[in-house]
C-alpha cells in the first residue's frame, strides 16, 4: 500500500512538471522543475509546520515515537518529490555531490522511517528545517533570472535565507539532533542519519557562510567607491 502512495506522489510531482512544461513553454527545463521544488517547499512546510506544531506530538520529546498517519502522509509525499527531483538532477546534471548527498539522505531517511513504522515526528522535523528556507532559494534562482537579483528584492531574500539557515537548520536542527542522540525509543540507525543530516547542514552553513562574507565585502566596495564618487562631484562643483 505504502509503495503504491510513493508511486502515486512521484507520478503526480513528473505530472505537475510536465505541466509546467506546458504552459511555460517559453521556459527552459529547470525553470520548471523549480516552479516543481517550489510548489513542494511550501506545500510540505505547511503540512509539516502542522504536524509539528499543532497535531503533534512535540518532535523534541517524543523522538522514536509510532507514525501516525498524517506523518506518514507527509512523508510519502515528500519521498515521492525527492525521488523526481533526484531522478531529474542525474539527467540533466545540475546539481553538485553535495546536494546529491542531500537528496539522497532524504530518501534514506525517509525510508527507514516508512520501514520500522516509528520515528516520522523527528522526520518531519527535519523536513521541516530543511524545506523551510527553500522558497527563499528558489526565489533567489527566479529573481537572478529575471534580472531582480542586484536590488532591495535580492538583498533581503538573501539576508532572510542566511538567517533562517542559521536559526532553524543549525540551531534549532542542533537541539533536535541532541534530542534524537539522547533519546532511548529511536533506533541506532535514525540517529546516525540524523547525525549525518546535521553534519550535511554545517557543510552548507559553510558555504553560505563564504557566500554572506563576499556578498558583504562586494557591497561594501561598491558603497566605498559611491561615497568617493559623490565626494569627487561635490569637490568638482564647489571648484565650479
Request: aromatic share 12%.
Amino acid at each position: 500500500m505504502l509503495l503504491l502512495e510513493v508511486c502515486c506522489c512521484l507520478i503526480g510531482w513528473i505530472s505537475l512538471y510536465f505541466a509546467f512544461c506546458y504552459l511555460n513553454g517559453q521556459r527552459g527545463k529547470e525553470w520548471n522543475c523549480r516552479l516543481v521544488t517550489l510548489t513542494h517547499g511550501i506545500l510540505i512546510v505547511c503540512l509539516t509546520a502542522y504536524i509539528s506544531f499543532i497535531d503533534g506530538p512535540w518532535p523534541l520529546t517524543h523522538a522514536g515515537t509510532e507514525n501516525t498517519p498524517l506523518q506518514i502522509l507527509a512523508l510519502v509525499v515528500s519521498l515521492g518529490y525527492f525521488l523526481f527531483d533526484f531522478g531529474w538532477c542525474i539527467c540533466v546534471r545540475t546539481e553538485g555531490p553535495v546536494m546529491l548527498a542531500h537528496h539522497t539522505m532524504s530518501i534514506a531517511g525517509i525510508l527507514l522511517a516508512l520501514g520500522l513504522g516509528k520515528s516520522a515526528v523527528e522526520t518531519c522535523a527535519v523536513i521541516f528545517g530543511s524545506e523551510i528556507t527553500n522558497p527563499l532559494l528558489q526565489a533567489r534562482w527566479f529573481l537572478r533570472q529575471v534580472g531582480r537579483y542586484d536590488s532591495l528584492w535580492g538583498d533581503a531574500v538573501d539576508l532572510l535565507f542566511i538567517l533562517l539557515f542559521a536559526l532553524v537548520r543549525v540551531g534549532v536542527g542542533g537541539m533536535m539532533l541532541y534530542c534524537e542522540l539522547t533519546s532511548p525509543r529511536p533506533s541506532l540507525i535514525m540517529k546516525g542519519g540524523g547525525l549525518a543530516m546535521y553534519t550535511l547542514a554545517w557543510v552548507f552553513m559553510v558555504d553560505i557562510a563564504k557566500f554572506a562574507c563576499k556578498k558583504s565585502r562586494t557591497k561594501y566596495k561598491r558603497w566605498h567607491e559611491m561615497c568617493k564618487l559623490v565626494e569627487v562631484n561635490g569637490h568638482t562643483g564647489k571648484t565650479e
